[in-house]
């Protein structure tokens, strides 16, 4: 929709190309009016009428060359009926100024097409004739002989012009969204290596929600986006937030003065809502400043929001083509390797070479199955955000074939994440759960997610081995904090009692939610 706009109404290079071509064909035919009139000693009677002409040319190009799409489709007609009636002022007394009249279709055709060429033709030739007609001196067969031969010569220039720049106009759509994405992208380049613009949502709301708590003294505060459709997705808040999402999608209440809701206006539509709540209720000067800072805000969080929608476009391509590449690549070559250990063995009857083929054979399917595991990483996915059914699936997947007792604690009983964040926590509990897979030894495994409008937890327990420390060329919990450090949220792995890991995740503040589990 954006790039539709732009590319509407941004002038391309072969549209500023046919409006240089255009404006000197009229520069060029009033220079040849003026000569022929000079050589005809007629120059001191045409005067006026050649600056008739020259302010029509001078207006059509200037439109032209500024004026919208919208205006400028009607400049070949309003220039053929105006050099009609200029041009048929003069028929009968000097046959100089006449050859203007091949200027209209010839530029109609070059800038707009052959359609557009006839029709000014059509509009010039019947302003010749009524302007002819209705004048106290009418033109003689000749002169309008001379008139047509004008106007017949500019329709088949400009017809001739207008099929051979369709080829071009033709290409010039086709392109149009693409030249708009390039400039759209060069200015996002430009700005954020400059450091100009930030372009993450989850900061911005959060330095949203941070500004209205401390500018207004609100107790409870959420920005929800409706940027996604339902379910409602809030991006940040502070305080209590639970009782607040119902007043963001516009439920029946009683009037609570207490409560304060503001639209959050992006580019051409709504993108969510701001919901205050503050005891005592608000007075006009609060009111006022809220909606201030929601006005700031509300554009540069659009863009944000946009920019996740592309990126988390983008990543999720990457990521499927990566697996790809992995399924069809080293993964096939790996269980063909296979076979050429189990060729080996057969043809060979010592016991040395039978245990190592064994060995061999074994290495090869752990590594073909961390391919495995790997590929399901990264196509698996949240869906119609509800990042609990895809955590479910994705433990119940993985531990399928382990000897491993799974306990799932999956409560999203308050408004949708956003879809970023929706994708970190999956990525972050993915990389959790492969650890105690590959590394563990454990017995049980408990998988926590909490996300109730107040509390946002994740945590990834299990009763192995413990020991969870970061190790050389290794950059799993490395990554799990960065990733949390994206969504706002802080990431601590620390050893259980009783033996095992608890990789916790958790959004600030923190809101005290109990979680009991069973030792084992």
Same mark, same amino acid.
């Given at each position: %929709?954006?790039?539709?706009?732009?590319?509407?109404?941004?002038?391309?290079?072969?549209?500023?190309?046919? +409006? #240089?071509?255009?404006?000197?064909?009229?520069?060029?035919?009033?220079? $040849?009016?003026?000569?022929?009139?000079?050589?005809?000693?007629?120059?001191?009677?045409?005067?006026?009428?050649? %600056? $008739?002409?020259?302010?029509?040319?001078?207006?059509?190009?200037?439109?032209?060359?500024?004026?919208?799409?919208?205006?400028?489709? +009607?400049?070949?007609?309003?220039?053929?009926?105006?050099?009609?009636?200029?041009?048929?002022?003069?028929?009968?007394?000097?046959?100089?100024?006449?050859?203007?009249?091949?200027?209209?279709?010839?530029?109609?055709?070059?800038?707009?097409?052959?359609?557009?060429?006839?029709?000014?033709?059509?509009?010039?030739?019947?302003?010749?004739?009524?302007?002819? =007609?209705?004048?106290?001196?009418?033109?003689? %067969?000749?002169?309008?002989?001379?008139?047509?031969?004008?106007?017949?010569?500019?329709?088949?220039?400009?017809?001739?012009?207008?099929?051979?720049?369709?080829?071009?106009?033709?290409?010039?759509?086709?392109?149009?969204?693409?030249?708009?994405?390039?400039?759209?992208?060069?200015?996002?380049?430009?700005?954020?290596?400059?450091?100009?613009?930030?372009?993450?949502?989850?900061?911005?709301?959060?330095?949203?929600?941070?500004?209205?708590?401390?500018?207004?003294?609100?107790?409870?505060?959420?920005?929800?986006?409706?940027?996604?459709?339902?379910?409602?997705?809030?991006?940040?808040?502070?305080?209590?937030?639970?009782?607040?999402?119902?007043?963001?999608?516009?439920?029946?209440?009683?009037?609570?003065?207490?409560?304060?809701?503001?639209?959050?206006?992006?580019?051409?539509?709504?993108?969510?809502?701001?919901?205050?709540?503050?005891?005592?209720? +608000?007075?006009?000067?609060?009111?006022?400043?809220?909606?201030?800072?929601?006005?700031?805000?509300?554009?540069?969080?659009?863009?944000?929001?946009?920019?996740?929608?592309?990126?988390?476009?983008?990543?999720?391509?990457?990521?499927?083509?990566?697996?790809?590449? %992995?399924?069809?690549?080293?993964?096939?070559?790996?269980?063909?390797?296979?076979?050429?250990?189990?060729?080996?063995?057969?043809?060979?009857?010592?016991?040395?070479?039978?245990?190592?083929?064994?060995?061999? #054979?074994?290495?090869?399917? #752990?590594?073909?199955?961390?391919?495995?595991?790997?590929?399901?990483?990264? =196509?698996?996915?949240?869906?119609?955000?509800?990042?609990?059914?895809?955590?479910?699936?994705?433990?119940?997947?993985?531990?399928?074939?382990?000897?491993?007792?799974?306990?799932?604690?999956?409560?999203?009983?308050?408004?949708?994440?956003?879809?970023?964040?929706?994708?970190?926590?999956? #990525?972050?509990?993915?990389?959790?759960?492969?650890?105690?897979?590959?590394?563990?030894?454990?017995?049980?495994?408990?998988?926590?997610?909490?996300?109730?409008?107040?509390? $946002?937890?994740?945590?990834?327990?299990?009763?192995?081995?413990?020991?969870?420390?970061?190790?050389?060329?290794? +950059?799993?919990?490395?990554?799990?904090?960065?990733?949390?450090?994206?969504?706002?949220?802080?990431?601590?792995?620390?050893?259980?009692?009783?033996?095992?890991?608890?990789?916790?995740?958790?959004?600030?503040?923190?809101?005290?939610?109990?979680?009991?589990?069973?030792?084992?």
């Amino acid at each position: %929709m954006i790039l539709d706009i732009i590319a509407s109404t941004e002038p391309s290079r072969s549209t500023r190309r046919t +409006w #240089r071509v255009t404006t000197a064909v009229r520069i060029f035919a009033i220079a $040849l009016v003026i000569g022929r009139a000079m050589s005809s000693d007629g120059l001191s009677r045409l005067g006026v009428l050649i %600056m $008739l002409l020259g302010l029509v040319a001078a207006l059509a190009s200037l439109v032209e060359g500024v004026g919208t799409e919208a205006i400028s489709r +009607w400049v070949p007609l309003a220039e053929a009926l105006l050099v009609g009636v200029v041009v048929a002022a003069e028929l009968s007394r000097d046959e100089a100024i006449l050859l203007y009249l091949a200027v209209p279709p010839l530029a109609a055709g070059i800038r707009r097409g052959w359609l557009s060429a006839t029709n000014a033709f059509l509009l010039s030739t019947a302003a010749v004739l009524v302007a002819g =007609r209705l004048s106290s001196d009418p033109p003689s %067969m000749d002169v309008l002989q001379s008139a047509s031969f004008w106007l017949v010569t500019g329709l088949g220039i400009g017809v001739l012009a207008g099929v051979q720049t369709r080829s071009i106009r033709d290409l010039e759509m086709r392109q149009a969204p693409y030249v708009a994405t390039h400039q759209l992208m060069s200015q996002l380049h430009d700005l954020t290596s400059r450091g100009e613009v930030g372009l993450d949502s989850i900061k911005l709301a959060t330095e949203l929600v941070a500004r209205l708590h401390e500018g207004t003294g609100a107790a409870g505060v959420a920005v929800y986006g409706h940027a996604w459709g339902l379910p409602l997705v809030q991006l940040a808040g502070h305080g209590d937030t639970t009782s607040l999402a119902s007043h963001a999608i516009g439920a029946n209440h009683a009037h609570q003065s207490e409560v304060l809701v503001i639209g959050l206006r992006g580019a051409g539509h709504q993108l969510g809502s701001v919901v205050l709540r503050k005891p005592g209720g +608000w007075t006009d000067l609060d009111r006022s400043a809220a909606q201030t800072v929601a006005d700031e805000f509300a554009l540069r969080l659009d863009t944000a929001v946009l920019f996740d929608e592309v990126r988390r476009l983008a990543t999720a391509e990457e990521r499927k083509r990566i697996a790809r590449e %992995m399924h069809d690549g080293v993964a096939q070559e790996l269980v063909a390797l296979g076979y050429i250990v189990d060729e080996i063995a057969s043809v060979s009857d010592e016991a040395e070479t039978q245990e190592l083929a064994d060995n061999l #054979r074994g290495e090869i399917s #752990r590594i073909v199955a961390e391919i495995r595991y790997s590929i399901l990483d990264l =196509r698996h996915h949240v869906a119609d955000h509800r990042l609990s059914g895809a955590l479910a699936d994705y433990v119940h997947q993985v531990t399928q074939d382990m000897d491993l007792r799974v306990n799932l604690v999956l409560d999203e009983s308050g408004p949708s994440l956003p879809p970023r964040t929706e994708s970190e926590l999956l #990525r972050v509990a993915q990389e959790a759960i492969g650890n105690v897979r590959k590394h563990a030894r454990a017995d049980n495994l408990w998988v926590t997610l909490v996300s109730d409008g107040s509390t $946002l937890l994740l945590e990834v327990e299990d009763d192995g081995v413990g020991n969870a420390q970061p190790k050389d060329r290794h +950059w799993g919990l490395q990554s799990m904090q960065e990733r949390a450090a994206g969504i706002e949220a802080s990431l601590d792995v620390t050893s259980r009692v009783g033996g095992g890991t608890i990789v916790r995740l958790q959004s600030p503040p923190l809101t005290t939610a109990a979680t009991t589990k069973e030792n084992a």
